[in-house]
């Protein structure tokens, strides 16, 4: 059954471009946090010398970790190890084991934290309750007090850094690099002038114009009282959040994928929808960092609408009308199951002299 009844097509008449959107990038609204020195040459050549490293991945539904054996100029995973839980129960546990081993096998330590942060100190996280009321109890929600030498990031910046090295073992220039993440938020990082940058691409107004269905639950996150981008392009705030509005059934972005693959006509317009603010998003970051408009800009797509094979098509479709529609697109699940994990054992030496 479809949903041709309650959606007009008046709603789904997207324009291709918005200059508005775009510059609504150039502003204050967008904000950056430059967050370390990163060049994937010198990256590459951190790979020169043989030594494992533990790489942890906290994402907002499992938590992965696994021993890297470097060497060689290159990188190879070894026994990866996957905790699934809710709100992150058990992952401090899981963690403490994590810290023994790496004490016990002298291991460096990179850890990709998909939570807001500042320096090593995880400051907000919104699908890892239950794990942040227990690290700030025990460790001030401070992982080097838990590792004592690792280098820790959230997942956008260790997804570019994994990302930019997996295109450098390609042979790809990587000097121009954004690296977007469309799942339940919405997120973004870019390489620019050799530091690696943490841009909050999610929290920035959508115009009227990418907003046709009308979403009005503002953004939230530090008192913005306007509806940001997330709020029609990711999954959760946006197509779930839009979807219950409209038919008053709550679906999962499993549920709404295979809908939209069906050709659901709400679902495709919810879906379509977050494409075409996603990819100005990208053109706004793109445009902020000056990068030029040909292939030597890379842009990494990353996370879970991105195994829509419908939604990856569409994106792509949306960035070409667009100022930077030149840029060379990447998926990350073209250059490793995993980026951020690759991420997180790169930069476990990458400080290294
Ligand atoms: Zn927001």
Do not use: W
């Not at 839980?85 to 330590?109: H, I, N, P, Q, S």
């Not at 038919?247 to 939209?260: N, R, S």
């Amino acid at each position: 059954m479809g949903h041709d009844d309650v959606i007009s097509n008046a709603e789904i008449a997207l324009p291709a471009f918005v200059p508005e959107q775009i510059a609504l990038y150039q502003t204050d609204h967008l904000l950056t946090h430059p967050i370390c020195p990163f060049d994937p040459a010198v990256a590459r050549r951190r790979l020169a010398t043989r030594r494992d490293v533990l790489a942890i991945d906290l994402g907002g539904d499992k938590l992965r970790s696994a021993v890297y054996a470097i060497g060689g100029g290159t990188l190879e995973k070894r026994d990866e190890q996957v905790l699934r839980a809710r709100g992150g129960a058990g992952y401090l546990a899981c963690l403490e084991r994590l810290a023994r081993k790496a004490d016990t096998r002298d291991l460096r330590v990179g850890i990709s934290s998909a939570t807001k942060m500042a320096g090593p100190v995880i400051t907000r996280t919104v699908n890892l309750p239950l794990f942040l009321v227990e690290f700030r109890a025990r460790y001030g929600a401070d992982y080097t007090r838990l590792f004592g030498n690792a280098f820790v990031a959230n997942d956008t910046v260790m997804g570019i850094c994994g990302a930019s090295v997996r295109l450098a073992l390609r042979g790809i220039d990587a000097r121009h690099v954004a690296f977007v993440i469309s799942a339940s938020g919405v997120g973004a990082s870019v390489i620019a002038d050799g530091m690696a940058i943490h841009v909050e691409a999610a929290h920035v107004p959508v115009v009227p114009a990418l907003n046709p269905l009308g979403q009005t639950t503002p953004c939230g996150v530090e008192g913005r009282d306007y509806v940001c981008i997330e709020g029609v392009a990711a999954a959760r705030r946006g197509i779930e959040d839009l979807y219950r509005q409209r038919t008053g059934e709550a679906k999962d972005g499993i549920a709404l994928a295979a809908l939209y693959e069906a050709g659901d006509q709400l679902v495709t317009a919810l879906y379509e929808t977050s494409a075409r603010a996603l990819a100005h998003a990208i053109a706004g970051v793109l445009t902020r960092y000056a990068f030029p408009d040909s292939p030597a800009s890379v842009v990494v797509l990353h996370g879970g609408n991105f195994e829509i094979p419908r939604y990856r098509a569409q994106v792509q479709h949306d960035l070409a009308a667009l100022p930077h529609g030149h840029a060379r697109v990447v998926f990350s699940r073209d250059l490793s199951p995993n980026v951020c994990l690759d991420g997180a054992a790169v930069m476990a030496v990458y400080g290294e002299r």
